[in-house]
């Protein structure tokens, strides 16, 4: 990856508090116009990697850079450039949405009334509260506040949006909005966002890193993740007639790494699990091996699928 495309890479990014360790040797990489899913568990070290991005804190050892500024000394470049949401957006209740986002623009903007007004228009409406735009924060609930947050964040038009468990406490109603945002959102903007709603990330992240403990203990490509699993590819098969010869018959093959077999309840029909090494070569000689010789009909034929929650947890609890 070019370094024209890094938006965020750290070095060896530590933290520690009375000589307890926090983060240690943080090494992310994150490209231009992706979102990534920042995952662990309560206390893994989330929220401290934000603070130490934004130059909140500072770090016991190690660095990094944002758009190619030190995080240490040049924070108030980096500030510049990003929107922050934290994770508990607090805001005065009894202003409207439109005063809250025309109060925060004109830190950024010194332009006509009307361009700022006309880039508050189009934030409401990007977070869906344009119809509510007027009325005091007091009603709104906590979806429609983390919406706001988002619009607030989002007002400077940031190269990079930092979100902090963004859709943490909010029903799946409100969740799915968020979603939605931060989808639209991918074209303007680079997203960092810290959650450990893992549903939430498979659906819209393109990247992830899993800290555990303060450690970063996986990093990449969201299908990259989800094929890092200690079993290979496993094939499900529910077929129905004799399966004497089926399982000498598979494991000649090199491809094939186990088969297993579970009688369903009419006697006569079976669920094939084939783990594999090779999943070219499955897709395209499995079924010719299954039926080769054998008088079988198969009733379903499927690969086993993989979520993120399954890897996650083997990881973490690795």
Not at 13 to 29: A, C, E, F, P
Not at 122 to 146: F, H, N, Q, T
Not at 235 to 245: A, C, H, L, T
């Amino acid at each position: 990856m070019h370094e024209s495309e890094i938006v965020i890479k750290t070095t060896n990014l530590t933290k520690t508090y009375n000589g307890v360790s926090v983060l240690k040797d943080l090494n992310l990489l994150v490209e231009k116009h992706s979102i990534f899913g920042f995952l662990g568990p309560n206390g893994a070290g989330k929220t401290t990697t934000i603070k130490l991005l934004i130059g909140l804190i500072q770090p016991t050892a190690g660095g990094g850079k944002i758009f190619g500024y030190n995080i240490k000394n040049e924070s108030m470049k980096i500030r510049a450039r990003i929107g922050y949401l934290p994770q508990e957006p607090v805001f005065y209740d009894h202003l409207s949405a439109r005063e809250v986002l025309d109060f925060t623009a004109r830190f950024f903007f010194s332009g006509p009334k009307n361009e700022i007004d006309k880039r508050i228009s189009e934030m409401l409406e990007l977070v869906a509260l344009l119809d509510k735009a007027d009325r005091p924060i007091r009603g709104y609930s906590g979806g429609e506040k983390r919406r706001l947050g988002i619009a607030q964040a989002m007002i400077n038009y940031p190269d990079l949006l930092i979100l902090d468990e963004p859709a943490t406490s909010l029903d799946p109603i409100g969740r799915q909005d968020v979603l939605k945002i931060m989808s639209k959102l991918r074209e303007h903007t680079t997203i960092f966002y810290s959650t450990h709603i893992l549903d939430d990330v498979q659906k819209v992240s393109d990247s992830v890193g899993i800290l555990k403990k303060g450690q970063l203990i996986a990093q990449g490509p969201i299908e990259e993740i989800l094929r890092n699993k200690e079993e290979g590819t496993i094939f499900r098969v529910k077929v129905q007639g004799d399966i004497s010869k089926v399982q000498e018959q598979l494991t000649f093959q090199k491809w094939v790494s186990k088969v297993n077999f579970t009688q369903l309840s009419d006697e006569r029909d079976y669920l094939l699990e084939i783990e594999v090494s090779d999943e070219d070569k499955a897709q395209q000689n499995l079924i010719r091996e299954l039926t080769r010789g054998n008088d079988l009909k198969i009733s379903d034929f499927r690969q086993q699928e993989y979520e993120l929650e399954d890897i996650f947890i083997k990881l973490v609890e690795a």
